[in-house]
């Protein structure tokens, strides 16, 4: 069965060839902030963790924003899923997921 996580953007470190992304889990304390039931689920599911990564596709890089003005000071999330490799084949997780776009 896979793990689903919900994950922010917590900073981005710009290297120019690639850039570093950091993320958090999400979290909603309940108090005035105008997140949705899903965020408060996912805060009580995964209370805290933390993950980042390296890219070097640039082509991707618009996907992760922290939060600013321009993006209504609210960090990009993303939701993250563990699934065994050793029990399915990547050609099968590609098709799964291609059905989302």
Known sequence: MPVIAKM???SIEDYGYNRKFKFTCV???GINTGDSPENRAFTKATPSGEAWMTVDNKNVWNQFHAGGEEHNH???Q???VFIDADKNKLEDVY????ELQ
């Open 8 to 10: 922010g953007i917590q």
């Open 27 to 29: 979290h909603d304390s």
């Open 74 to 76: 609210r960090s990009s």
């Open 78 to 80: 993303h939701y993250v």
């Open 95 to 98: 098709a799964a997921l291609s």
